[in-house]
């Protein structure tokens, strides 16, 4: 088996994680999850003609009326902003009408106060304000017309899209369905999270860090109990998680060098089919994904660092393939160094966990410290060893800028 | 009562939200939650001296050994990473180390392989390898030594916090309480979601909105059934959301001109106590903050994107600063208008909801249309009636970037 580019892998892996099924969901239960059909519009918008300022409603004038100065007309009702039935304008009359206001029929144009002049119940209006191109009127439809898609299939539903739904009478939604993800961190140190922890053992980190982005990017997953360095209890756990019928299985430790291979040995003996097991990338080259049965399985090496690039560039890519997502990878962006930077391991792409900020409107970016929250993964193609404060770099964005 | 400007409606806002109580929680379900006392590492890090490079650990040398051009060695052993005893150099030996290996004692120095030369039993060392100022050894405790504060009161716990939490050792977080919301829509037209919708009404808007905003910010909230405009049944649903004891309830509607200030005259009839009850904003101006005893109660006006402003503006900060965030205002940042705009009602702060993305770096913004996911609002002065693209802006981040 050859070795992957981090490019040709995220191929592989999107190809193996077409959309899961789709389900309906009441609409208030719909935030976050992802939109498995479009959605149009049931109702044209604005639904009537509306005022756009606060002004006279105005019917149409006659040409030679135009040729004077100012023509007068007489004032007649008032319209306010939620009233749902106007009536009409009478010929040579106007109406007060608020921003927002339905428009009376036969009104050509809403000329706004400041223009006009008001004694009782007269109103006069000089006649260059009449011949304006500019009606301040905001037509029925023509933001957007009935049957246009509102939401499209791929999105993920934000409040916004929500409020606008609503807006449309849907009160249900049809959704993708969440993968079910198992957890399973491998180590003979390990102890369970709350469990008791003797000398020389050990919380897994793997296992707080995952879980952590896993609900951070709304799936959340089910923990295994950690099992040791060994062929058979790994083989029995992983035996265990496939009884539960899971979409995703991701482990860590037991890859890469120093260690037996016993999680691509446990593999191959569970009939598992091995879609990659080492990428041209560093930190994260002994990684392993493959299909046992149905189950997509990723095999994250041990440390820590190299779990959350891998798991960022690939295990969440996938998760969002699986849930519908048109646009599973990381957003990619450009921003400017403000530390320099020197790279080990030429010839290979370099991943950093980075922090990015905004600065007077310009995104810097720096390598993460080990007390920084990950918000970016710096990409280096391998060919350049040193980077300066200033240059431009290419990142993904993972997280909320700081 | 006095108009308040937006800054002194936060201000005061949070002047009446100081952190609730806390409580302990185990380390893998503090994700989101807002740390209430700052936690300190419990052993050095790096926990031993390690190597940066794979190499030779090489003891000390004595000076006239230096005078000679290289130095030879003799290989008596190999320290792979992960090794946690690796003995001492004896006079006149080497090891080899891998990086991550910890440095044997009697060790000075780690000379990375490819400055070295070896034969069989043998290492030929360059004396001006052996004289550089880079010793390739991390030293126990240079990140950072024990008791150092490694996650500090007030900061929400992300993956990366807990992995390091695992690291030293903690399995239990002391965090603060999350405020329990309710909310109330009120409106004669409005149906509770999943309801029939009769001719002439519609789902509320406004409670799909906001409770999915509250559900993106970690807080979540019960909905009451909505209520029409009418001050009996309004006092009645809040009267009955009161014996609930939520730390926060959010209305809807009722606010404002057009309508009666029902709200306020049912606030005023169960004994509330206004703090204030209009802003110096467009749009927002009309919308109450008070203490129902003990309960924070928000008045936001009835249309949608009001409501949507002065729920990032104040209500978000609220809850925030109630979980305990040491920094409850949204993000200020700078950004560059990609569309022009002009706005009016001026002498008074102007908020638009936007959209904020980043092209080649720097942060760009342009005024929301009805079909976008807000993630920005933008901020005027109201001294200022016209900007065009190119302008910077002054803008709040509240929501991830397109």
Chains 1, 2 share one sequence.
Not at 135 to 143: H, L, P, Q
Request: hydrophobic fraction near 40%.
């Amino acid at each position: 088996m050859t070795e992957l580019s981090l490019r040709d892998a995220q191929r592989l892996v999107l190809a193996h994680c077409a959309p899961l099924s789709s389900t309906t969901l009441p609409l208030q239960y719909g935030y976050g999850r992802v939109l498995a059909a479009s959605l149009k519009s049931t109702r044209p918008k604005p639904s009537y003609s509306q005022s756009t300022r606060d002004g006279f409603a105005v019917p149409g004038v006659s040409a030679a009326e135009l040729r004077d100065r100012a023509v007068t007309f007489r004032l007649t009702g008032e319209i306010a902003a939620g009233t749902l039935e106007s009536g009409a304008l009478a010929p040579g009359c106007v109406m007060r009408i608020m921003t927002g206001g339905m428009v009376p029929r036969r009104c050509e144009r809403v000329v706004p106060f400041e223009d006009c002049h008001e004694e009782g119940e007269r109103v006069v209006i000089p006649a260059s304000a009449l011949r304006r191109q500019q009606t301040f009127i905001r037509k029925k439809g023509s933001v957007m017309g009935r049957g246009r898609v509102l939401v499209s299939r791929g999105t993920r539903l934000q409040p916004d899209h929500s409020l606008l739904l609503a807006e449309n009478g849907y009160h249900e939604v049809p959704v993708y369905r969440r993968p079910r993800v198992w957890l399973l961190c491998t180590g003979s140190e390990l102890v369970k999270p709350g469990g008791e922890i003797l000398p020389g053992q050990k919380i897994s980190g793997n296992s707080v860090l995952l879980s952590g982005l896993l609900e951070a990017d709304g799936t959340g997953c089910e923990v295994a109990d950690p099992v040791p360095d060994e062929a058979g209890a790994i083989g029995s756990a992983i035996r265990g998680i496939l009884q539960q019928e899971p979409d995703v299985l991701v482990t860590t430790g037991g890859m890469g060098p120093g260690k037996f291979d016993l999680i691509e040995q446990v593999f191959q003996e569970l009939g598992g089919q091995v879609l990659y097991n080492s990428l041209r990338v560093r930190p994260g080259k002994a990684t392993l994904f493959g299909l046992l049965g149905r189950v997509r399985c990723f095999a994250l090496p041990g440390p820590p660092p190299a779990v959350r690039l891998l798991y960022h560039e690939l295990v969440a890519p996938a998760l969002r393939s699986l849930q519908g997502f048109s646009r599973p990878l990381p957003l990619r962006v450009r921003a400017w160094l403000s530390e320099s930077l020197c790279l080990r391991g030429q010839g290979v792409m370099n991943m950093k966990g980075a922090v990015a900020t905004l600065q007077d409107g310009r995104l810097v970016v720096r390598q993460a410290g080990f007390q920084d929250r990950v918000n970016a993964i710096l990409l280096f193609s391998g060919r350049k060893k040193t980077y300066r404060a200033g240059d431009t770099v290419s990142l993904h964005l993972v997280g909320p800028l700081a």
